[in-house]
């Protein structure tokens, strides 16, 4: 059961993780989902049922585009790539997280 | 900014290419699951499986289209029920469609006549002069007041005058009509601010006395298009108004049919140029001819007030000028301003309240239609009940239930209003059809669709949904889920109030048409067979025109006699006369007497109708002579003035003394002329059927003063032996073999008293219509909440049955039910009538609009009628076997 023990990715973040493994080049649904698994040393985990919803909103927003090619497996995916306006948006969201984040921090330091 | 615009257009693309996208979703995955059974072990992978379908499901909301999607399904679903039962969508769709477009019909009339501004820019901003009585005609200027307060207008808002007349028109290729025209002071087009559409308004330079720069008129766009086949070659051509020659100098725009609501005004003229077309009357000069409207144009940024303060001083100061002295009584009230965006009309005042009686009529017969709807979509929606207590079991969301019994409605709604288009068209024109054969010109009303109209369509329609179907689907959506779902399908149907309430509620709509049509039938009744005070058959009348032909009053006087002479030696002919006015004829001629010069003045002074009459009149209408003797051929020019006057005259000025021989007196021209009394008749209608008789005096037609050419049009009035109709032919000839110029025309007297009574007759013929419309729709009502309750409780009355009720106690039991409804429902009903029949006053004649007889006969008919409906059923659960009623579960 040791999924159980992964944390859900905390709400509102997941549109910046996203952007940022896309940043490093296209991907696929299950290679971002894959990703955030691997780089959070297994951690964080994402959802099947929020990672597609996110991309669709992100395709309607613009941000990332969507190709079909085949992986090295031959085998043909889905592969998103960023926009430009999808660059500015990861940029913001980062902004905007660290902001937030180091304010939480703050919080939780001046109450303890 | 705006980045929602690229956004709106992906996400209308993922609408139109939804299922490619879908499945382009479902391979997304495919792949993922697969990718993720080849990374890890396999049970993983299967474990997972299954939510390939629920993950592209979420992933589609985020389009935003599922809302869509569940539309188009309900739709699709309420369409295949509705196709499942047709004789109930075809019964709804069919009395909604009536409803909708007979209410509609009117209501495009009324948007007509009352609502829609006039074809002209920023119509809010005219406005027009007004003084006395604001419930009066508009045009109450005489040219002089209108020149006078223009001259001195010192306001810097510019305003015009306006008139309007049929006029005999040559034009010149040998046909002369009258034609509707509009007569304006010059600076009617700058303030109206409407562009010629080919040629030329007219301007201030065309409106000068004495027109130094000719005669110019201008055509409208349809008399262009029918007299001028639509020829540019019209401009600079000419037509011919009694003396005067006009020049056509411009074509009007097509959508501007005058600023008269109710005709079109073919013609515009300069008044000055009018004028010259008949020098003989002083139409310019005369302050007692009120026949002016004076329209000004408030720009923003001033108020009407501000504008009528500053016309005050000036209209103040003129009449202590005693510039108007000669133009009546009234004429003392201060001037106001009255918004004429809507135009000036003649009849709004006149078909106004027909319409919103029959407004109200449609209305209430289209609340009954929606009961029944209602009442059968609430029958169905019990059947319904286990199949939406399922699908609730099954986790649909009861907003999501509510919204797909609501699209049903809203479906059967859709389908009768389009249904409702052609009755719309049809009711529209129907109308305006009975409305021209009741006017004496033509009327024209613009009842092309605006946007009142459509949003008045669109807002009924959506009533009536909200009406018949948001009660069903509400108590369906709430339905109680265990009650459901157990086996006993009796106790869920068991709330049957709102349906009750509904069948109520159309019993007290019903007895308000029922009575409506009751009032109407009775005053009609009574208006087609009382007496009026002369014959109402075998009078012929023969309005005769001798305007064309002769010109000395000498010569008049012969030409009548003569005509008199050969039409009463017509076989056939049981007497003639002729007169100036023709009773019921909508004319009247009143005039001021004094009575005796010892009286104190305000008693002194009276005012009378009046008539001018041959001798034999008063034998010819069969109107009895009380006392004294008829006019007679010793009567003449120069015989002293007699003069025959009527009960309510005598009643009301001379009292009880014998009247014969007294004298009163006229003041021409500061001379008081004695007149002697020389008869008494019995009262007799004037003006119309319905009007109060008024103090009449007659006099003899040869005593006529003759300073106008009053004595150039007269009427012939002919009792006959056969049918009137039959001598209609042989008169109109005698006319023209004394002298071919003369023009004829004959009414048979009977035409003249159902022209009276149009609006009585419009109105009833509807009214009995609408009142049996709504009792079959009520009695069909009745009928299927009866049959509905009886079939409920089948098995309820085999018990009681087999307990050893009798028929007669069955029976009992339920129509007792149905009385106390009925009960109710006419108790609604009568408050709801004594409320709405007071607007029928003014078309009932001879019979209270609260009548006892008239309402305990409505109430009689609608209860028998309404039992009748609940005894079919209930007699059916009277004769129930109890055995098989038992077994009914």
Same mark, same amino acid.
């Given at each position: 059961?040791?999924?159980?023990?992964?944390?859900?990715?905390?709400?509102?973040?997941?549109?910046?993780?996203?952007?940022?493994?896309?940043?490093? $080049?296209?991907?696929?649904?299950?290679?971002?989902?894959?990703?955030?698994?691997?780089?959070?040393?297994?951690?964080?985990?994402?959802?099947?049922?929020?990672?597609?919803?996110?991309?669709?909103?992100?395709?309607?927003?613009?941000?990332?585009?969507?190709?079909?090619?085949?992986? *090295?497996?031959?085998?043909?995916?889905?592969?998103?790539?960023?926009?430009?306006?999808?660059?500015?948006?990861?940029?913001? *969201?980062?902004?905007?997280?660290?902001?937030?984040?180091?304010?939480?921090?703050?919080?939780?330091?001046?109450?303890? | 900014?705006?980045?929602?615009?690229?956004?709106?257009?992906?996400?209308?693309?993922?609408?139109?290419?939804?299922?490619?996208?879908?499945? *382009?979703?479902?391979?997304?995955?495919?792949?993922?699951?697969?990718?993720?059974?080849?990374?890890?072990?396999?049970?993983?992978?299967?474990?997972?499986?299954?939510?390939?379908?629920?993950?592209?499901?979420?992933?589609?909301?985020?389009?935003?289209?599922?809302?869509?999607?569940?539309?188009?399904?309900?739709?699709?679903?309420?369409?295949?029920?509705?196709?499942?039962?047709?004789?109930?969508?075809?019964?709804?769709?069919?009395?909604?469609?009536?409803?909708?477009?007979?209410?509609?019909?009117?209501?495009?009339?009324?948007?007509?006549?009352?609502?829609?501004?006039?074809?002209?820019?920023?119509?809010?901003?005219?406005?027009?002069?007004?003084?006395?009585?604001?419930?009066?005609?508009?045009?109450?200027?005489?040219?002089? =007041?209108?020149?006078?307060?223009?001259?001195?207008?010192?306001?810097?808002?510019?305003?015009?005058?306006?008139?309007?007349?049929?006029?005999?028109?040559?034009?010149?290729?040998?046909?002369?009509?009258?034609?509707?025209?509009?007569?304006?002071? +010059?600076?009617?087009?700058?303030?109206?601010?409407?562009?010629?559409?080919?040629?030329? =308004?007219?301007?201030?330079?065309?409106?000068?006395?004495?027109?130094?720069? $000719?005669?110019?008129?201008?055509?409208?766009?349809?008399?262009?298009?029918?007299?001028?086949?639509?020829?540019?070659?019209?401009? $600079?051509?000419?037509?011919?108004?009694?003396?005067?020659?006009?020049?056509?100098?411009?074509?009007?725009?097509?959508?501007?049919?005058?600023?008269?609501?109710?005709?079109?005004?073919?013609?515009?003229?300069?008044?000055?140029?009018?004028?010259?077309?008949?020098?003989?009357?002083?139409?310019?000069?005369?302050?007692?001819?009120?026949?002016?409207?004076?329209?000004?144009?408030?720009?923003?940024?001033?108020?009407?007030?501000?504008?009528?303060?500053?016309?005050?001083?000036?209209?103040?100061?003129?009449?202590?000028?005693?510039?108007?002295?000669?133009?009546?009584?009234?004429?003392?009230?201060?001037?106001?301003?009255?918004?004429?965006?809507?135009?000036?009309?003649?009849?709004?005042?006149?078909?106004?309240?027909?319409?919103?009686?029959?407004?109200?009529?449609?209305?209430?017969?289209?609340?009954?239609?929606?009961?029944?709807?209602?009442?059968?979509?609430?029958?169905?929606?019990?059947?319904?009940?286990?199949?939406?207590?399922?699908?609730?079991?099954?986790?649909?969301?009861?907003?999501?239930?509510?919204?797909?019994?609501?699209?049903?409605?809203?479906?059967?709604?859709?389908?009768?209003?389009?249904?409702?288009?052609?009755?719309?068209?049809?009711?529209?024109?129907?109308?305006?059809?009975?409305?021209?054969?009741?006017?004496?010109?033509?009327?024209?009303?613009?009842?092309?669709?605006?946007?009142?109209?459509?949003?008045?369509?669109?807002?009924?329609?959506?009533?009536?949904?909200?009406?018949?179907?948001?009660?069903?689907?509400?108590?369906?959506?709430?339905?109680?889920?265990?009650?459901?779902?157990?086996?006993?399908?009796?106790?869920?149907?068991?709330?049957?109030?709102?349906?009750?309430?509904?069948?109520?509620?159309?019993?007290?709509?019903?007895?308000?048409?029922?009575?409506?049509?009751?009032?109407?039938?009775?005053?009609?009744?009574?208006?087609?067979?009382?007496?009026?005070?002369?014959?109402?058959?075998?009078?012929?009348?023969?309005?005769?025109?001798?305007?064309?032909?002769?010109?000395?009053?000498?010569?008049?006087?012969?030409?009548?006699?003569?005509?008199?002479?050969?039409?009463?030696?017509?076989?056939?002919?049981?007497?003639?006369?002729?007169?100036?006015?023709?009773?019921?004829?909508?004319?009247?001629?009143?005039?001021?007497?004094?009575?005796?010069?010892?009286?104190?003045?305000?008693?002194?002074?009276?005012?009378?109708?009046?008539?001018?009459?041959?001798?034999?009149?008063?034998?010819?209408?069969?109107?009895?002579?009380?006392?004294?003797?008829?006019?007679?051929?010793?009567?003449?020019?120069?015989?002293?003035?007699?003069?025959?006057?009527?009960?309510?005259?005598?009643?009301?000025?001379?009292?009880?003394?014998?009247?014969?021989?007294?004298?009163?007196?006229?003041?021409?021209?500061?001379?008081?002329?004695?007149?002697?009394?020389?008869?008494?008749?019995?009262?007799?209608?004037?003006?119309?059927?319905?009007?109060?008789?008024?103090?009449?005096?007659?006099?003899?037609?040869?005593?006529?003063?003759?300073?106008?050419?009053?004595?150039?049009?007269?009427?012939?009035?002919?009792?006959?032996?056969?049918?009137?109709?039959?001598?209609?032919?042989?008169?109109?000839?005698?006319?023209?073999?004394?002298?071919?110029?003369?023009?004829?025309?004959?009414?048979?007297?009977?035409?003249?008293?159902?022209?009276?009574?149009?609006?009585?007759?419009?109105?009833?013929?509807?009214?009995?219509?609408?009142?049996?419309?709504?009792?079959?729709?009520?009695?069909?009502?009745?009928?299927?909440?009866?049959?509905?309750?009886?079939?409920?409780?089948?098995?309820?009355?085999?018990?009681?049955?087999?307990?050893?009720?009798?028929?007669? *106690?069955?029976?009992?039991?339920?129509?007792?039910?149905?009385?106390?409804?009925?009960?109710? +429902?006419?108790?609604?009903?009568?408050?709801?009538?004594?409320?709405?029949?007071?607007?029928?006053?003014?078309?009932?004649?001879?019979?209270?609009?609260?009548?006892?007889?008239?309402?305990?006969?409505?109430?009689?008919?609608?209860?028998?009628?309404?039992?009748?409906?609940?005894?079919?059923?209930?007699?059916?659960?009277?004769?129930?076997?109890?055995?098989?009623?038992?077994?009914?579960?």
């Amino acid at each position: 059961m040791a999924e159980f023990l992964r944390d859900e990715i905390p709400p509102g973040t997941l549109h910046l993780l996203i952007l940022k493994i896309l940043a490093r $080049g296209p991907n696929h649904g299950y290679g971002i989902a894959q990703f955030v698994e691997s780089s959070s040393r297994d951690v964080l985990r994402v959802e099947e049922g929020s990672l597609y919803p996110a991309l669709q909103r992100m395709l309607l927003k613009g941000w990332v585009r969507a190709e079909w090619r085949d992986t *090295e497996n031959k085998r043909r995916a889905r592969f998103y790539s960023l926009t430009a306006l999808g660059r500015k948006q990861l940029e913001l *969201e980062i902004s905007r997280y660290r902001r937030v984040s180091q304010a939480i921090v703050r919080v939780i330091e001046a109450s303890s | 900014m705006f980045q929602f615009v690229p956004e709106i257009a992906r996400r209308l693309r993922y609408l139109f290419a939804r299922k490619r996208l879908e499945a *382009e979703l479902r391979e997304e995955m495919e792949t993922h699951l697969t990718m993720l059974a080849e990374d890890n072990d396999p049970a993983h992978g299967r474990q997972r499986l299954g939510n390939v379908t629920r993950w592209s499901e979420i992933s589609r909301s985020v389009w935003g289209w599922n809302w869509l999607e569940s539309v188009i399904g309900d739709v699709q679903y309420g369409l295949r029920l509705l196709a499942k039962s047709p004789g109930f969508t075809i019964a709804a769709c069919l009395s909604l469609a009536l409803g909708l477009g007979a209410t509609i019909g009117i209501f495009s009339l009324m948007n007509a006549l009352l609502f829609k501004p006039l074809p002209v820019l920023h119509p809010e901003q005219l406005w027009g002069l007004a003084h006395g009585d604001p419930q009066q005609e508009e045009d109450n200027f005489s040219y002089p =007041m209108f020149s006078e307060l223009q001259r001195f207008n010192n306001t810097g808002v510019p305003f015009f005058a306006v008139g309007g007349d049929y006029v005999q028109v040559d034009y010149g290729d040998g046909s002369i009509r009258n034609t509707p025209t509009m007569l304006v002071s +010059g600076s009617a087009f700058q303030i109206l601010d409407v562009k010629a559409y080919a040629g030329r =308004m007219l301007g201030p330079d065309d409106d000068i006395r004495g027109i130094p720069h $000719g005669a110019n008129c201008i055509v409208s766009y349809r008399l262009w298009q029918s007299q001028f086949r639509g020829d540019a070659s019209a401009i $600079g051509g000419h037509i011919t108004i009694g003396q005067q020659r006009f020049t056509i100098v411009g074509i009007a725009p097509p959508e501007f049919f005058g600023v008269y609501v109710g005709a079109y005004s073919d013609l515009i003229l300069p008044i000055t140029a009018y004028a010259a077309t008949n020098p003989a009357q002083p139409l310019l000069d005369a302050p007692k001819w009120t026949w002016l409207v004076l329209t000004t144009r408030i720009p923003a940024g001033m108020t009407a007030q501000n504008v009528a303060a500053g016309l005050n001083t000036t209209y103040a100061a003129l009449r202590r000028e005693s510039k108007f002295a000669d133009s009546g009584p009234a004429r003392a009230d201060p001037l106001y301003l009255k918004p004429l965006a809507q135009g000036v009309s003649a009849i709004r005042n006149r078909f106004a309240k027909p319409l919103y009686v029959l407004l109200t009529m449609t209305g209430l017969i289209l609340l009954i239609a929606c009961a029944n709807i209602a009442n059968l979509l609430l029958a169905r929606s019990v059947v319904r009940y286990r199949e939406v207590a399922v699908r609730l079991s099954l986790g649909a969301e009861r907003g999501r239930v509510f919204r797909q019994l609501l699209t049903e409605s809203t479906l059967v709604a859709l389908l009768g209003a389009i249904a409702s288009v052609p009755v719309y068209l049809a009711c529209t024109k129907g109308l305006l059809a009975f409305l021209q054969s009741g006017a004496d010109s033509d009327i024209f009303l613009n009842t092309a669709p605006d946007w009142r109209l459509i949003a008045a369509g669109v807002g009924i329609v959506c009533c009536t949904v909200l009406l018949f179907g948001f009660a069903p689907a509400l108590r369906v959506s709430r339905c109680d889920l265990n009650m459901a779902l157990s086996e006993n399908s009796q106790r869920l149907a068991a709330k049957t109030s709102f349906g009750k309430f509904v069948v109520g509620a159309q019993i007290g709509f019903s007895l308000v048409l029922l009575l409506g049509a009751a009032l109407l039938s009775r005053s009609l009744y009574d208006l087609r067979t009382f007496d009026p005070g002369f014959r109402r058959d075998h009078l012929l009348i023969a309005d005769v025109d001798t305007t064309q032909s002769i010109h000395k009053n000498a010569d008049v006087v012969r030409f009548f006699d003569n005509l008199l002479e050969r039409v009463r030696s017509l076989p056939g002919v049981r007497s003639a006369a002729a007169s100036k006015v023709v009773p019921l004829g909508g004319r009247t001629w009143q005039n001021d007497y004094e009575l005796d010069q010892d009286r104190d003045q305000s008693a002194n002074k009276i005012h009378s109708y009046l008539n001018w009459v041959t001798p034999e009149y008063f034998q010819t209408l069969g109107t009895p002579l009380v006392l004294g003797r008829d006019f007679s051929a010793q009567d003449s020019a120069s015989s002293p003035r007699v003069a025959i006057v009527n009960e309510t005259f005598v009643k009301r000025y001379l009292g009880t003394a014998n009247p014969i021989a007294r004298r009163f007196f006229e003041i021409t021209k500061g001379k008081r002329d004695p007149i002697q009394i020389i008869g008494i008749v019995r009262d007799a209608r004037y003006r119309s059927l319905t009007d109060e008789i008024p103090p009449t005096v007659y006099r003899p037609i040869e005593q006529l003063p003759t300073a106008f050419d009053f004595l150039l049009e007269l009427s012939l009035e002919v009792w006959t032996r056969a049918p009137a109709r039959d001598l209609a032919g042989p008169i109109r000839s005698i006319p023209k073999q004394l002298d071919a110029q003369v023009s004829t025309e004959i009414r048979t007297f009977d035409s003249l008293i159902d022209s009276n009574l149009l609006y009585q007759r419009m109105l009833t013929a509807l009214s009995i219509a609408f009142g049996a419309v709504g009792l079959v729709l009520s009695a069909i009502g009745v009928f299927g909440l009866s049959a509905y309750a009886v079939g409920r409780r089948t098995p309820e009355l085999g018990i009681r049955m087999a307990l050893g009720s009798t028929p007669g *106690e069955i029976l009992r039991l339920v129509l007792s039910e149905h009385l106390r409804l009925l009960g109710l +429902g006419l108790a609604a009903g009568l408050g709801l009538s004594v409320v709405l029949t007071r607007f029928l006053r003014a078309w009932l004649f001879g019979v209270s609009a609260t009548d006892p007889i008239l309402f305990g006969a409505a109430i009689l008919i609608l209860s028998a009628i309404a039992l009748g409906a609940a005894l079919v059923p209930a007699r059916r659960a009277a004769r129930l076997n109890p055995v098989a009623a038992l077994r009914h579960e």
